[in-house]
């Protein structure tokens, strides 16, 4: 089976170079993108490993794939590494369900099969049917080594939970609300860190508020070091100058997302065998 990658994900193309398929993504002096599938395709299964990270161009790219192998009559597996506007999955009254018109694009293109790592929230699947691969040998690796998992708000407590059992550490959990898109603030704080090395984890670090906040709490309630792993480092913002400036002690994520920060408290975890993992269940099925 031939792997297509699109712009968002070339960073992870070399890990599979005898699968990879040719095709050229190009920007017209307008802006206009154009997409042209070179391999003969035409009635092979092909999988596609892209993501809806921002800017819109990423998606855009992939839509134009997806439809130049539809027309060469491929069957296409679309693998995401990273599904961007996920966590848009509500609509206040006036708002656009932005996860919604992202899933009705893809409905459009029937796809094989539907696959994406560590969703922010799993019950999009009710805008489209996908499997939701979370790298749990990726946060089991790291929290092997700490005391306590802490869930960093209450909706990431079953995931800590889980974690915290299959190494037999206990779980805690911070309480945050999210005054507006950008901010959040701490409220409570459930379990106990005292004396213990704590590791957060969630899916994704964007702005980087809610690691340090909840950080700053647990060692305000006597942790002896923070650590921090997260699927998708999206790093905007200031992120990257937050968690310098923090009292973590290190922030372990993957490279669902190219990574090309380079800093001694960040750690960059290769997803690419995982995702191979992945396809070749799929594959078995
Ligand atoms: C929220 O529910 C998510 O799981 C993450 O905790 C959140 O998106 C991280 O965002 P930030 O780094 O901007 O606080």
């Known amino acids: 089976m031939k792997y297509f990658f699109t712009p968002s994900t070339q960073h992870?193309?070399?890990s599979f170079p005898g699968q990879r398929g040719?095709?050229?993504f190009k920007k017209f002096s307008d802006g206009e993108q154009y997409v042209k599938v070179i391999d003969d395709v035409t009635g092979q299964e092909v999988c596609v490993i892209s993501s809806t990270v921002p800017p819109?161009?990423?998606?855009?790219?992939?839509?134009?794939l997806l439809?130049?192998?539809?027309?060469l009559g491929a069957r296409v597996n679309l693998f995401l590494t990273y599904f961007g506007y996920a966590r848009q999955d509500k609509a206040a009254h006036g708002e656009a369900l932005s996860a919604e018109v992202i899933a009705r694009f893809f409905k459009t293109f029937a796809l094989n099969t539907i696959s994406v790592?560590?969703?922010h929230n799993p019950e999009i699947t009710q805008f489209l049917p996908f499997i939701n691969n979370i790298p749990y040998e990726f946060f089991y690796s790291i929290a092997r080594n700490v005391d306590v998992i802490v869930a960093p708000d209450?909706?990431?407590?079953?995931?800590?939970?889980?974690?915290?059992?299959?190494?037999?550490?206990?779980?805690?959990h911070v309480e945050k609300i999210r005054p507006s898109y950008e901010h959040t603030q701490i409220i409570g704080f459930t379990g106990d860190v005292k004396d213990k090395r704590a590791l957060i984890v969630d899916d994704m670090i964007s702005t980087g508020g809610t690691i340090v906040h909840a950080a700053d709490l647990l060692l305000q309630q006597g942790a002896l070091s923070v650590e921090v792993a997260a699927t998708h480092g999206i790093f905007d913002d200031d992120a990257v100058?937050?968690?310098?400036?923090s009292c973590i002690k290190k922030v372990h994520v993957t490279n669902t997302l190219e990574q090309k920060i380079h800093h001694a408290k960040i750690a960059v975890h290769d997803i690419a065998p995982f995702i191979a993992e992945c396809i070749e269940l799929l594959?078995?099925?």
């Open 241 to 245: 100058g937050k968690i310098e400036r």
């Open 283 to 285: 594959r078995q099925k």
């Open 22 to 24: 040719a095709c050229i």
């Open 117 to 119: 790592i560590h969703v």
């Open 12 to 14: 992870l193309a070399d």
């Open 67 to 71: 439809d130049a192998l539809q027309r």
């Open 56 to 64: 819109s161009d990423n998606f855009f790219d992939l839509f134009l």
């Open 154 to 172: 209450k909706g990431a407590f079953s995931f800590a939970q889980q974690i915290a059992l299959h190494v037999h550490k206990p779980a805690a």
